[in-house]
């Protein structure tokens, strides 16, 4: 009875959306940005899944389905760009130049660092795209012939890392203008990074936003063009 429960797919998205309500609890209680619940969800998962011997392919088949639901959700930050559309015009230049210098030191770190560290191709390749939205990632790392399961991994780490560090970072370094924070935290952290940038401010939200665009278009074509 329980194997015919775990295959199907309300099984996985069931599971998925428990661990996320348990997950914001705790991040609710712990009031701290370490306590990211997405990260505290994963690890739910996982938890959940070693303790009953439930196989990963089994949790995919209505994981996938919930998958499907990335793309639609990146869309749908257009509504906050919408909202401060007068500003990006403004500021349309620095935003495309920061997102592009940003992609590009993105990509070069991972390329030194990978070849510092001896890495073999498939995982070099892998963490290539970790900079951007998984939506994006995931058919870049396709194209590239890739480990997806690995990128998804870097990218949620990026994302991430990028709230943990990125607002202490900002504030170290005395960058006050919303514009600015706004294209650092989603040049760098993507998806996740926006989530707090919207924390921060209506225009970091909504800058964070159209940096996630600009710096996935200029990942995929500086990451075609050169490797």
Do not use: W
């Not at 650092?184 to 909504?206: D, F, L, N």
Request: aromatic share 6%; charged share 10%; glycine share 8%.
């Amino acid at each position: 009875m329980l194997e015919t429960i775990i295959g199907l797919p309300i099984f996985g998205i069931a599971l998925t959306l428990a661990t996320y309500s348990v997950a914001l609890v705790i991040a609710r209680r712990i009031n701290n940005s370490i306590a990211n619940p997405t990260l505290i969800a994963a690890l739910l998962v996982v938890l959940v899944s070693k303790a009953f011997g439930i196989p990963l392919e089994s949790y995919q088949v209505g994981g996938s389905v919930i998958a499907m639901l990335i793309l639609p959700a990146t869309i749908s930050l257009a509504v906050p760009v919408y909202e401060q559309r007068r500003k990006l015009k403004r500021y349309f230049l620095p935003i495309i130049v920061g997102c592009s210098v940003g992609a590009a030191t993105s990509l070069a770190s991972v390329t030194i660092l990978s070849k510092l560290f001896s890495l073999e191709e498939i995982p070099s390749l892998s963490l290539l795209s970790k900079s951007v939205t998984a939506a994006i990632a995931m058919d870049l790392a396709k194209t590239l012939g890739a480990d997806v399961a690995l990128t998804l991994m870097a990218v949620m780490v990026t994302g991430i890392s990028g709230v943990l560090f990125g607002p202490p970072l900002l504030k170290l370094f005395k960058v006050e203008d919303p514009i600015l924070q706004g294209i650092s935290m989603g040049t760098s952290s993507h998806v996740i990074g926006t989530s707090r940038a919207m924390e921060m401010g209506p225009v970091q939200g909504a800058i964070s936003s159209v940096a996630i665009f600009v710096t996935g278009i200029a990942t995929v074509v500086l990451t075609l063009l050169v490797f």
